[in-house]
């Protein structure tokens, strides 16, 4: 009885392959449209050919203060990289985006101090809003070897998803984000159509996996959607009492 249930078995497996392989393989061969060409970069986080450098290590050129559009104050740009000014408030792209590609680096500074949220904490939104939490933020901390609550640690979205793994880099060495954004969309009376998603790598690490988005992220309080379009990005100029931090080598592409 058990080698005729294997025969069985093996002639159903061989039927069902025969079945499956019946056909021209050109009935299920796709030839256009034909995706174009992009050149990738030879060095990695470099950017790729099709993308809008946000900042090249020169000027601000693409940003903005949220709060002062004539940039009559604006952060340190020295060697290659920003240095947050606190007093100066948070810097915002000119541009407004909806589905991106995005590379950022930061540098938490070596002679860090403080600890919890106060130690190098900055936060990167991929959506900036003019309300409530202000967008949609993916956070930036040091916690190479600092404690905080998980969902607000670096490679979270604040409040809402703790990272996979913690990812961080010691003070002083860069640290690099690449993150996929897909914005959320709303129906024309104002309610939600599909939540935002992103998916992030921390130091080329997966630390956000097309993690689905409740809302934007307050620091009090439940998280909200508010029909909104294309919005900016924002890097936060956090009020604690560190040391600020840097970025450099910020890069987009549009999806």
């Not at 392989?21 to 970069?41: D, F």
């Not at 002679?111 to 967008?135: K, M, V, Y």
């Not at 933020?137 to 913690?166: C, F, M, W």
Request: aromatic letters at 8%.
């Amino acid at each position: 009885m058990k080698n005729k249930l294997i025969i069985i078995i093996l002639f159903t497996a061989a039927s069902l392959s025969a079945t499956a392989q019946t056909g021209k393989p050109e009935a299920t061969e796709v030839w256009a449209p034909i995706p174009r060409v992009v050149t990738a970069a030879e060095k990695t986080g470099a950017a790729p050919s099709d993308a809008l450098i946000l900042f090249d290590g020169n000027t601000l050129d693409e940003w903005v203060l949220t709060n002062d559009s004539t940039l009559t104050r604006k952060w340190n740009v020295a060697g290659g990289i920003i240095t947050v000014d606190k007093k100066a408030g948070d810097l915002q792209t000119k541009r407004k985006f909806t589905d991106f590609q995005l590379h950022i680096e930061y540098r938490i500074p070596a002679d860090i101090t403080g600890s919890g949220q106060a130690r190098g904490n900055s936060g990167i939104f991929l959506a900036a809003l003019p309300w409530g939490a202000g967008g949609y933020e993916l956070q930036v901390l040091d916690n190479y070897n600092n404690k905080t609550y998980v969902n607000g640690q670096a490679g979270s979205i604040y409040k809402q998803s703790p990272p996979l793994v913690n990812a961080c880099r010691k003070p002083g060495e860069w640290n690099a984000y690449d993150v996929v954004w897909t914005a959320p969309r709303f129906n024309d009376a104002g309610t939600l159509k599909s939540p935002a998603r992103v998916t992030v790598l921390h130091n080329g690490i997966l630390v956000q996996n097309n993690t689905v988005l409740s809302g934007d992220t307050p620091y009090i309080g439940q998280p909200q959607y508010r029909k909104h379009g294309p919005e900016p990005i924002k890097l936060q100029a956090h009020g604690d009492d560190s040391k600020p931090i840097s970025y450099r080598n910020i890069w987009v592409r549009n999806l």
